[in-house]
């Protein structure tokens, strides 16, 4: 149930392990902290991780309302909804693409979001079955690609790209993650997986780049512990870079918005 949804942003990834769902979390929790009324959909269906990340305990099922929507389950002030919380940590997904595809709608449309400023879309990696459906079933605002600045991966955030504008949704820009290593002991930065290959894409597809992230240990280990970086490190400088990358989506946002006129029909 969209009705009352403003913007869904998808965030995708060509390939997985660049760190899109630690991005979706974090991202959700920044717009919320920046004002917003902030939805996370895990469309990941066959490895949904939000609910982990988000330290839901266990077990945790979604009510139902009016016996045809789901309630969905509120963690950090979220309003979130996941296949993780319709079957066991233990379940495989062995479902054909349809299949999915279908998992998806249920869950994005028969979910009771109420108001929300903003739905984020944690996307499975790739271009298939899953992307398409929510191109098609949604109105959705734009998407942002999730890359890590090797070659390999800039490769995967193109065809990420291209897939997107093939279905007409504006690419508001790049977040490029684990882009520095900083040494805990001497300070030391190292670009481990490259640099700035995300800037380079970003401007090949006149796109921007929202945001560099660093390889740190405390990212990780937050999401693992179901407290993301953004909630329990608020005032380091890598919250502030999340923040940072949700100021530039809703800018973005609103320039999307401002520049949305009256349709005129000549006949």
Known sequence: MLTQVKNIIAVAS???????STTAVN??????????????LDADIY?????????????????????????????HGLSTMSMAYLVTDKTPMAWRGPMAAGALQ????????????????????????IQLTLAQKAQVAGAIIVTTPQDIALLDAQKGIEMFLK??????????????????????????????????????????????????????????????AVEALKDTQVAQQYRDIADSVMTELASMDSTDGPEIVFE
């Open 47 to 75: 490895g949904p991780s939000i609910a982990m990340m988000l330290g839901v305990a266990e077990n945790t099922r979604p009510q139902a309302v009016d016996e045809k929507y789901f309630k969905p389950i509120k963690a």
């Open 167 to 228: 279905v007409n949704i504006p690419v508001l820009g790049i977040v490029e993650n684990m882009a520095v290593h900083i040494c805990s002991q001497c300070g030391h930065g190292e670009h481990i997986f490259g640099d700035g290959g995300g800037a380079k894409v970003a401007d090949e597809y006149s796109t921007k780049l929202l945001g560099s992230l660093p390889l740190e240990l405390a990212i990780r280990q937050q999401g693992d512990l179901g407290v993301p």
């Open 27 to 40: 991202l959700a929790l920044a717009l919320q902290q920046r004002g917003q009324k902030v939805g996370l």
């Open 106 to 129: 249920q869950l994005l449309q028969q979910t009771a979001w109420g108001e929300l400023d903003v739905l984020v879309v944690d996307m499975p990696p790739g271009t298939g079955d």
């Open 14 to 20: 060509g390939k997985g392990g660049v760190g899109k």
